[in-house]
C-alpha cells in the first residue's frame, strides 16, 4: 500500500494541467467538483498510507517510494522518491484535510469570479507542491517543493492584480521569501559537499561528520534564514501581513494552515542537525519567542479583522518555532496541526464575514453580527477560544505542551511565551467581541449582513469539530502524537531517553498548565470587560502608553524602515547601472578603482569620444587589470 | 644579427600604437586600419619566433592571420557600407541609436 | 618533415556544413522558393550532428596531426568535450534555423540598392516594405553564412591547438557579424553590426598577441604540447615570464566572445540590433563554443592553478553583478535578455572558476540547460515580435496569456528556467557550479552567484507578471480593431519554443544520462 504513494502527487497534478488547460471548456460546474475532488482522493490516499503505517509496528514506519532516477554526478546521486513516515504522512493529511475543506469553501467564495478555472489550477498547484514538499525523501526534492509552494503563493496573493496593492503585495511576497530560499540553496549546497548525498536518511546518518567539516553551524543557521522567509519569522515577516490581500480562502489555507509551517516542518525534519548545533538551535526557540511576543502585540492594535488574524499566525508560528528550538519537535508538529484548524476555521469564518459585508474588513464598522451570521459567529468563537487557549479546546493542549517544554529548557522563554499566551486570549476575544457583540455601528452594513451558503458553512462546522477535537490526541502523559512522531526524531532513541530523565517533577507540569489556563481565562475576561462592558478602557490604556502604542499601532514602522534601507537604495543602485554606466559611460566605475585604473580613466576621458571606442577601453582596461593579475599573482 | 628581443619589443610597441589609435581616432575606416595595425604586429612576433625556434609553424601562422586580415576587411567594409548608406558618415559617434 | 595526417571523422561535421553552406549558395540561384534552402540547412545541421555522433561510437580520439620541428601536434581533437559542446553548438544551430524559416523573410528581403538609397536618405526610418520586382530575397545567403558560423564553432569547440582556434573563432565571428547586420532596412542592424565587427576585431588582435606570447613562452601552440613543455625541467624557455602576459590577453579575446564584464560592451548593442534569430543563436552557440575552447586551454596552460581561478572569480562576479543590475531596469526584452546573458555566463564562469571535476561539469551541463531556455526564450519573442519590427517592449506581452495561453506558459517555464526555479534544467545547473564552488571552497563566490540569482528572479518575474497579472494596453486594442495585423506565431516557430522547454524540463527531471555523458567529456581533463 504504501508504495501507492504517489498517488497522492497523482491527482492534483492531473486536476492542475487539466483546469489549466481545458479549464474554460469544463465550465464552473465541473470544476467546482474536479477541483475538491482531486484533493479528495489525494486525502483518501494519506489516510490509507496513515492507517498502513499504524499497522506496522513502529520501527518499521520508514519506508521509501522510488519514483525513477533523477540526477547522477559522479558518486553522488538523487533520486525522485518519496518518504513515507510518521511525520509526512501526519503532514500529508493536515494539507489534504484542510486543503480540502477549502477547496469546497472556495467553490462557494469564488463563484462570481471571472477567472474562476485559474484559480482553481493555482490552487491545485499548491496541493501538488505542498505535497511534494512534506513527503521528499531528500532536501533537493524537498527544495523544489519549497520554491514550488512559493510560486503557488504569489501567483494567488497576486490573484486580484487589477489591485495595485495585490501585485505589490504578491511582489512583496516573492523578494522576501527568494532571501530565504537563498539559505536554503546553500544549505542543501554546503551539505552536498560534504556529506555527499542530500537524502535524508543519509544526512542524519552522517550527521557528524557535518560536525567534523566544522559546518553544522552554517547549515543550521542557513536553514533557519530559510525557515524564518517561509514561516514569517523575525526578521522576515514582512510579506506575510501584505499576502492578506489575496482571496480569504488562499489566506486560511497557505498564509495560515499550511505554507507557512513548511519552515517548522522543514526544522522539526532536520531534528538530528538541529541536535547536533545547540547554538542554532537555541537561535531558533530565541527568535520563535521573540517573534511570539512581537507579533501578539502588533495584533492587539490592528482593525483590520484579517490582519489580526495573519499577526496571529505569525505569533503562532513563533510557538511552533519556540517548540523545534527547545528541542519538542512534537509539540511542535502537534501545534501546527491544531493550529491549521482553527486558523483556518478563523481565516474562512472572517471570509464569511466579509463576504456578507461585501468586503468589509474594518471591525470597527461591525457589531451584533452574531444576531445575522449565527453560524459564523459561532465558528469564530470555537477558532478563536482554541486560538486563546481556552482549556479543553486543541489550542490549549498545543499550547500548553510547548510551554511546557519551553520551561524545562529555559524560565526565560517560558515567561515570554506565558505573556504571549496572555496577549493572545485578549486579541483573540477582542477579534469575537468587537464584531460579533454590542451594538451595530454602521447600520447600512448591518442591515445589509446574510449568512453565507452552505459550500462555506458546512466547511466552517466541520473545522470547528477539528479545532475543538485535534487537541485530544496530544493530553499530557496520554499523549498519542508524541508517541507517534518521536521515532522520527530520536531514532537513536538515546537523546531522548536522556531528555526524560532530566524532567522535573510531575507536579510542576500540572501547575504550569494550571497558570496559562488561568492566563488565558484572564485574557478572555479582561477582553469582555475592556470591550464589552467598558469600551473606555481600550482608550485609557492607549493614552498611558503614549509612544509605545503608536509604535504598535504603527507596526514598529518595520515597514517603512525596510522601505528606507533596503529597497530605496537598491532601486537607486540599480537606476545608477541602468543609467550611468552603461549609458553615459564607464566613467564612475572606473573612477572608482585607484591607481592605474584612476590614471587611465582620466585620460580616458580625455582622449574619448566615441561610444565604440568607450567599449574598446573598457576592453583595454580588462585587458591590463588581468595581465597585470597574473603577472603580479 | 639583430637580437630576438629587439623584434618582441618593436613588435609590442607597433601594437600599443594600434590599440591607441583604435580608442582615440573617430573614422571608422582610420580605427580600422588600427586594428589592421594590432593584427601585423602580432605578424611580426611570429615571424620574428620562427626565426628564433628555427620552426615553420611561426611563418604558417603568419599566413594564416594575413588570410584573416584580409577577410575582415572585405565584411568590415561591407559593414562599413551599409552604414554610410543611411547615414553619410563614416564617424563613429554619429552612429549611437543602440545605447542603454 | 613529416606530412600531415588527416583524420576525416574528426572534420566530418565541418565537412557536411560548408558543403551544404555552398550548395545553398548555388541552389539559391536556381530555385525561387526559398524555403526549400531552410530545409537543407536543416539537414545539414541533422547530419553534422549525427557526424558527431558516428565520431563519439568510435571513442578514441582522432588526433588530426601537423607534423614539425617542435613535435607532432594535433590540430583538432573529437573527444568528450569537443564533441559535447559541437552537439550543444549544432542543436542551437538546428532551433535557429527552424526558428528563421517563416520569418527569414521580414529582414532578408530589401529593395534594389538605388531606390533604397534614395528614400534612405529623405529620413531615417527603415522603408516599409514594398512588394515587387525591385525586391532581392538573400535568404540564402543567410543561411549559408548560419552554416558557417556553426561550422567555425564546432571547429572551435574541438580544436586542439591555439592556432586552430583562432582560425575557427574568426570563422565564425566574420559570419556573425554579416549576420547581425543582416537587416539592411533597419540602422540599427548596421550600427550593431559595426559595432561588433569592430570591438570583435580590436579583442581578435589581443587573442592574437596572446598567442604569439604563449608561442614564445613555450615554443609552441598545441595545447598538449604546452602542457608538456611549461613542466618544470622539460626544455630551456628563454621567455617563459611571457607566458602569464600571454595568458591574460587570450582570455581578453575569450572574455569578449563570452560577453564577461567588463569585456561585454558590445553585448547588448550587438544582441538587440540584430534579427532576433541571429540573438538566438548566437547568444547561446557562441557561448557553448568558446566555452569548450576555454576550457580546454585551462586545462593546458593554466593548469588550474590558484592565481587563474582567482581572477576567473572576479570575472565571474562582475559578470554577474553588472549583468543582472543592468538588465533591471530594460524596457526592451531583447536587451533585457542581453543582459542576463551576460549574467549567466558569469554563472557559467563559477563553474570553470571552482576549477574541480564538479564545478567543470556543472558548467557543461549549464551550457546545454542554457542553451535551451535562452534559444527558447528569444524564439518567443520573435513570436510576439511584429513582421516590420526588430525589437520587443514589455507592452508587447502584456495580458499574453489572455489571448496566446500556451504560448505564456511555455514563456512561464523558460522565464522560470533561467531564473532558476527548480526542478527546471536552469536550476540544476546553478545547483551544480555553486556547489563546485563550495566545494572548491569558494563559499563566498557561491554566495554571491545565490544573491545574484535572487536579483535576476526579480527581471525574469517581471516578465510573467506582464503575461499572467496584466490586462492588455491599448497596443492590443489596436490589435483587436484591426489597425495592426493580427500576431499569429506560425508553427515553425511554435516547434521551435516547444522543442526548447521540453529541453528545459527533460533535462531537468530526466538528467543521469545527461550528467553521465558530461562525466565522460570531463574525465580526461587534466583538473584538480
Known sequence: MLDYAWLMLLFPALGTLIIAFFGRRLGKGVISWLAPGTVLLSFAVAVSQFATLLGLPAEERHHEVVLWQWMTAGSFSVDLALLIDQLSVTMALVVTGVGFLIHVYSVGY??????????????????????????????????????????????????????????????????????????????????????????????????????????????????????????????????????????????????????????????????????????????????????????????????????????????????????????????????????????????????????????????????????????????????????????????????????????????????????????????????????????????????????SPPAMTVPLIVLAVGAVLAGYIGIPHLSLIEGWLEPVFHAGGAAAEGAKAAYPAAWVEWVLLAV?????????????????????????????????????????????????????????????????????????????????????????RRLQTGLVGLYALSILFGAVALVAWLVIR | MVPISYYLILSAILFTVGVVGVLIRRNVLIIFMSVEMMLNAVNLTFAALALHFLSLNGQIFVLMAMVVAAAEVAVGLAIVMTVVRHKDTTNIEDVNLLKG | MTFPTLNFPVIAPQIVLVAAALIILLADLMVANKRILGWISLIAVIGALAAVFVCRSDSAAFPLALGGPSGPGTMALADGLGLFASAAVLIAAGLAILLAIERVGDF?????????????????????????????????????????????????????????????????????????????????????????????????????????????????????????????????????????????????????????????????????????????????????????????????????????????????????????????????LKRMLAYSSIAHAGYLLIGLAAGNQLGVEGALYYLLAYTFMNLGAFAVLLAVQRRDENDVTGDRILGLAGRQPLLAALMAVLMFSLAGIPPLAGFFGKLYVFSGAVEAGLAWLAIVGVLNSALGAYYYLRVTILMFMAEPAESDQEISSGKVETLQPGWAVMTTVVLAVLGTIVLGLWQWPWTQTIAQAVSTLALR
Not at chain 1, 495595485?164 to 551539505?191: E, H, Q, T, W, Y
Not at chain 1, 522539526?268 to 547536533?276: E, T, V
Not at chain 3, 590558484?306 to 572576479?314: K, N, S, T, V
Open chain 1, 110 to 451: 469564488m463563484h462570481d469570479d471571472p477567472r474562476y478555472s485559474r484559480f482553481f489550477a493555482y490552487m491545485n498547484f499548491f496541493i501538488l507542491m505542498m505535497l511534494t514538499l512534506v513527503l521528499a525523501n531528500n532536501y533537493l526534492l524537498l527544495y523544489v517543493g519549497w520554491e514550488g509552494v512559493g510560486l503557488a503563493s504569489y501567483l494567488l496573493i497576486g490573484f486580484w492584480f487589477e489591485k495595485p496593492s495585490a501585485a505589490d503585495a504578491g511582489k512583496k511576497a516573492f523578494i522576501v521569501n527568494r532571501v530565504g530560499d537563498f539559505g536554503l540553496a546553500l544549505a542543501i549546497m554546503f551539505i552536498w559537499s560534504t556529506v555527499g548525498s542530500l537524502r535524508f536518511a543519509d544526512v542524519f546518518a552522517n550527521a557528524d561528520v557535518l560536525v567534523a567539516a566544522g559546518v553544522i553551524g552554517t547549515v543550521t543557521m542557513l536553514m533557519l534564514l530559510a525557515a524564518t522567509g517561509k514561516s514569517a519569522q523575525l526578521p522576515l515577516y514582512v510579506w506575510l501581513p501584505d499576502a492578506m490581500e489575496g482571496p480569504t480562502p488562499v489566506s486560511a489555507l497557505i498564509h495560515a494552515a499550511t505554507m507557512v509551517t513548511a519552515g517548522v516542518y522543514m526544522t522539526a525534519r532536520s531534528a538530528a542537525l538541529f541536535d547536533l548545533a545547540p547554538t542554532s538551535a537555541m537561535w531558533v526557540a530565541g527568535i520563535g519567542a521573540a517573534t511570539a511576543l512581537y507579533a501578539a502585540t502588533i495584533a492587539l492594535a490592528q482593525t483590520d479583522l484579517k490582519r489580526i488574524l495573519a499577526y496571529s499566525t505569525i505569533s503562532q508560528l513563533g510557538y511552533m518555532f519556540l517548540a523545534v528550538g527547545v528541542g519538542a519537535y512534537a509539540s511542535g508538529i502537534f501545534h501546527l496541526a491544531t493550529h491549521a484548524f482553527f486558523k483556518a476555521l478563523l481565516f474562512l469564518a472572517a471570509g464569511s464575514v466579509m463576504h456578507a459585508l461585501h468586503g468589509e474588513l474594518n471591525i470597527n464598522k461591525m457589531g451584533n453580527l452574531r444576531a445575522k451570521l449565527p453560524t459564523t459567529y459561532w465558528t469564530y468563537l470555537i477558532g478563536a477560544a482554541a486560538l486563546a487557549g481556552i482549556p479543553l479546546l486543541s489550542g490549549f493542549f498545543s499550547k500548553d505542551e510547548i510551554l511546557w517544554y519551553a520551561w524545562q529548557k529555559s524560565p526565560v522563554l517560558w515567561a515570554v511565551g506565558l505573556v504571549t499566551a496572555g496577549l493572545t486570549a485578549i486579541y483573540a476575544f477582542r477579534s469575537v467581541f468587537v464584531p460579533f457583540w454590542g451594538q451595530p455601528r454602521d447600520q447600512k452594513l448591518f442591515h445589509h449582513a446574510h449568512e
Open chain 1, 516 to 604: 496559562s489556563a488561568l492566563v488565558a481565562l484572564a485574557g478572555a475576561y479582561f477582553a469582555y470587560t475592556a470591550y464589552v462592558v467598558k469600551t473606555s478602557i481600550p482608550k485609557q490604556v492607549r493614552d498611558s502608553l503614549g509612544w509605545f502604542a503608536r509604535l504598535v499601532e504603527n507596526k514598529y514602522y518595520v515597514d517603512e524602515l525596510y522601505d528606507k534601507v533596503i529597497v530605496n537604495p537598491l532601486r537607486d543602485l540599480a537606476n545608477w547601472f541602468a543609467g550611468t554606466v552603461d549609458k553615459a559611460g564607464l566613467d564612475g566605475a572606473v573612477n572608482g578603482i585607484a591607481g592605474i585604473a584612476g590614471w587611465l580613466g582620466g585620460q580616458a
Open chain 3, 108 to 332: 532578408s528581403r530589401f529593395e534594389k540598392p538605388g531606390s533604397e538609397k534614395k528614400q534612405a536618405r529623405s529620413g531615417d526610418h527603415p522603408i516599409a516594405e514594398a512588394p515587387g520586382p525591385q525586391v532581392t530575397d538573400r535568404a540564402g545567403a543567410y543561411y549559408a553564412l548560419l552554416l558557417l558560423a556553426t561550422a567555425g564553432m564546432t571547429a572551435m569547440a574541438t580544436a586542439s591547438d591555439l592556432m586552430t582556434i583562432f582560425i575557427a573563432l574568426e570563422i565564425f565571428s566574420l559570419a556573425l557579424y554579416i549576420l547581425v547586420g543582416f537587416n539592411r532596412r533597419d540602422l540599427r542592424s548596421g550600427e550593431a553590426a559595426l559595432k561588433y565587427f569592430l570591438l570583435g576585431a580590436f579583442a581578435s588582435g589581443f587573442f592574437l598577441y596572446g598567442i604569439a606570447l604563449i608561442y614564445a613562452a613555450t615554443g609552441t601552440t598545441s595545447l598538449e604540447a604546452i602542457l608538456h613543455n611549461i613542466q618544470p625541467m622539460s626544455i630551456s624557455l628563454p621567455f617563459r615570464p611571457l607566458l602569464p602576459v600571454g595568458m591574460g590577453l587570450l582570455l581578453v579575446g575569450f572574455g569578449f566572445k563570452l560577453a564577461l564584464v567588463p569585456f561585454h560592451m558590445w553585448t547588448p548593442d550587438a544582441y538587440q540590433g540584430a534579427p532576433t534569430p541571429v540573438t538566438a543563436f548566437m547568444s547561446v552557440a557562441t557561448k557553448a563554443a568558446a566555452f569548450a575552447a576555454l576550457i580546454r586551454v585551462l586545462a593546458a596552460v593554466a593548469s588550474y592553478d590558484r592565481p587563474w581561478l582567482l581572477a576567473l572569480a572576479a570575472l565571474a562576479v562582475l559578470t554577474m553583478t553588472l549583468g543582472n543590475l543592468a538588465a533591471l531596469r530594460q524596457t526592451s
